[in-house]
């Protein structure tokens, strides 16, 4: 089975630190994605990456970066965090190339409960 | 991009036949429907997808009219454990550069009573 691995459940963080989340895939996947889930709004895509080094801004990249050094894994990154980006965050990831068309079905993890004091 | 929309929240009771519209005007030759379901404190899992007519699996049916602008996912026979987040989603299956971002609407809370 495909496993989605983020690195913390619960994070409290204060207003200015830098926070890093971390989310590891274990199935080859070319694709990774970044969103946060908040009530009533759904899920708003972040950043996402489809190959090594290779990003691309999503609905809402304000206030946020991205790092994929390796394949397997895809780095979030709050420089200055703020109040407003407490949120739960999810990591997803799925199969494909522009070469070779995706199946489609995105993996995510458990999700990363993120506040901001 | 297609964007979706769908009902806010559904109620159902166990056993019955659930079916949840989403609109996509806006769906282009090379994007298919996919449909996630989410319970909470989970990330939302994959369901079933499909392009055009109609797909089944174990879990779901998928129905997509020939103009393709909408699409139905139909639960058979509910029961509690169902009570979920259903989201529709339109992806273009080219993936890479930016023709790889996946948009996720609002999705449908579904709650199913005893």
């Known amino acids: 089975d495909v496993k989605v691995t983020q690195s913390s459940r619960y994070l409290v963080k204060r207003t200015g630190e830098k926070v890093f989340l971390e989310c590891v895939q274990d199935m080859d996947h070319e694709n990774m994605f970044w969103y946060r889930q908040d009530p009533g709004l759904g899920l708003r895509l972040i950043y996402f990456?489809?190959?090594?080094?290779?990003?691309e801004k999503g609905d809402i990249p304000e206030g946020y970066s991205v790092s994929r050094e390796k394949k397997e894994r895809f780095s979030l990154i709050l420089e200055s965090a703020s109040t407003n980006q407490t949120s739960m965050y999810l990591c997803a990831s799925s199969f494909g190339t522009s070469l070779i068309p995706g199946t489609g079905e995105l993996f995510f993890g458990e999700g990363s409960r993120l506040t901001v004091l | 991009l297609a964007k979706t929309t769908q009902p806010i929240s559904m109620d159902s009771y166990e056993g019955q036949e659930v079916n949840i519209t989403c609109s996509h005007n806006n769906i282009a030759t090379n994007d298919y429907i996919t449909w996630y379901q989410q319970f909470p404190s989970q990330g939302p899992r994959f369901i079933i997808q499909g392009y055009k007519t109609k797909v089944t699996n174990e879990v779901a049916s998928l129905f997509i009219p020939a103009d393709r602008k909408s699409s139905t996912l139909s639960l058979p026979r509910v029961s509690l454990s169902d009570t979920a987040v259903y989201y529709c989603?339109?992806?273009?299956?080219?993936?890479?550069?930016?023709?790889?971002?996946?948009?996720f609407g609002k999705g449908t809370k579904l709650s199913v009573k005893p």
């Open positions: 989603l339109v992806e273009n299956m080219n993936y890479g550069g930016s023709q790889g971002n996946l948009i």
């Open positions: 990456s489809y190959d090594v080094k290779m990003k």
